[in-house]
DNA sequence: TTATATGCAAATTGTTTGCAAGTAT
DNA sequence: ATACTTGCAAACAATTTGCATATAA
């Protein structure tokens, strides 16, 4: 259903590889199937289960091996909210959203405030820094858990 | 130097304690003089060579217990900023800070903005979520790194 | 006394790596 | 053919836990 924004990343994808002469598998086309196919932050876990219905044979060392090419080459970004778990989700270079985290549910959803990103620029440069990136997550609790009462 | 923070702290701490049965002993005497000596930020493995300055004996687990004694009780905090280290500060309340890090140099600068907070607020609000906590981390170069290069 | 703490080492968790066998080019 | 890839298991790093011993109350 996002044939051309995927079709943008698998050419970077493509154009890295061959300049490093890396081969294309089928356990990685099937990882970067799954990747693409699946709703943003998934953890290596979620993707090699995924991963598994259509391979059973894939080893975990793939998955990990796999979306470190991914995140060298662009396409993907590491994203670790407390819980231990390491998250992938696309790079989705211009429109950088952040995250409201629910604390009951884990329910993860994104926002984007330019508002923000101007006062970030502004405190940046306050302390002398250049910025390369950021993180910025609210931690509380989603409509739905307010309801059910906590 | 700020015997009137100190204070406050110990006294919930030693409040929480008591209401537990927990007892007071010379590792955890040591470890929570050193904890409120230190600058904010420091992981564990700092913590216990700090420590064992003190008192060579006391083993790694008790500085983990300890501190997560003091992350229960609400005195200390705990942040991962991803390097894979977890790291402790005072839970400070009122003055929430946030931090620019340096990818280079793992300098962490803290800073505070309330009109951030207000933006969050106004964001948190539009999605129906209620905030517990924040993280709000700008990662980049610090002067010192940018001008060595890179 | 007796229940809580400690230090050690072993266990756990998430992730990385070495290597022999497999495979894309 | 050759060099990259894979799956497995072992290695790692940070943190947690089980247990016998020590100790605060």
């Known amino acids: 259903m996002n044939d051309l924004r995927d079709r943008h990343y698998r050419d970077i994808l ?9 081969r294309t598998t ?4 099937h990882i970067v199937d799954v990747f693409f196919s699946q709703p943003d932050h998934v953890s290596i876990e979620e993707l090699l289960a995924r991963v598994r219905e259509v391979d059973p044979a ?4 793939t998955v990990y091996r796999t979306l ?6 662009g396409v993907a970004h590491e994203r670790k909210f407390g819980d231990g778990l390491t998250r992938y ?3 989705d270079g211009e429109a950088h959203h952040d995250h409201l985290i629910c604390v009951e549910c884990q ?13 970030q620029d502004e405190i940046a440069k306050k302390h ?4 390369r990136s950021h993180k910025h997550e609210l931690y509380g609790l989603c409509p ?7």
């Open 144 to 150: 739905d858990c307010q309801r059910k009462g906590n």
């Open 58 to 61: 894939i080893g975990y060392a």
């Open 68 to 73: 470190k090419l991914l995140t060298e080459c």
């Open 107 to 119: 329910r993860i959803v994104e926002f984007e405030e330019p508002r923000v990103e101007a006062l």
């Open 128 to 131: 002398g820094f250049v910025v």
């Open 14 to 22: 493509n154009a890295y590889m061959a300049k490093r002469g890396l």
């Open 89 to 91: 989700e696309l790079a």
């Open 26 to 29: 089928k356990q990685r086309e």
